[in-house]
């Protein structure tokens, strides 16, 4: 049986091109520039380079742009944050399960971080249960990672609550990390939004979305349930076009919600509808995290 991570790395080779790959791996070394790194040399300016890493001063003597590169003094901690509860057993928009797109997305950055030298932990589970993989390097342990998470997300498990995961992150996790959370639409609590500032202080916070599948009006005629809570809605009324209306109004006032959240707490988030779009939705993440950093 093929691995998850050859999966994960099947898909990112098919990425574009190798200059493509080779920008998103820049974008995510690029996370942690000027935090535990030091100047090691300079090479000639490429496209895509960030224009704050170029030398002026070595460039005007040597006559055209240089850029400054830096070496890690130690390995950065890379801890994953996935919710495994029954949400994620669910269609996401693409009408791929939610797990599988976690899957792909938590092996990218986790393979990228593999790459960079870093080691990647792990921090999963439901609104009961919440489980831990300390940090390690090395493929073997990554795809140890990701059979947890797509193990775990089932329609038997507990109800979503990823609010779970960050509060034992910060009851336990001593020291600066890089968390990258994946959860769904979840719905802002009283609770998240002074949960999210107490991490922020402390850590680097990279957010993934999987946008659900829109049960009103994208349905064609078929029942659907929600897994959240398993109550139904007959086909027939989800063509309604008044049920499809206030849906709609529903959905929007929670993603503004939620958005506002993010802005007020400084949280770098993106979006993602299925396994396609999880490469090009890293690569918008990690360059608005970039920019805003």
Known sequence: MTSLLTRVKSKMSLFAHRKARGMLDGQYGSVFRGRSLDFDDLRAYIPGDDVRDIDWKASARHGSPLIKRYVAVRRQTVLLIADTGRNMAAEALDGEPKRDIAVMALGVVGYLAHRHGDVVGLVCGDGTTTRTVPAKAGEAHLERLLQEIDSAATLDSGPSRIEAQLEHVARTVKGRFLL???????????????LLRRLRAQHEILWLTIRDADLAGGTAGQDAFSVADSSALPGHLAAAPAIVEAYARAAAERDAGRQAMFRRTGITVGHVTGSSTVMSGLFALLERHRRAG
Do not use: L, N, Q
Not at 181 to 193: K, L, R
């Open 180 to 194: 990258f959370v994946v959860a769904d639409e979840a719905t802002a609590g009283p609770d998240t939004e002074p």
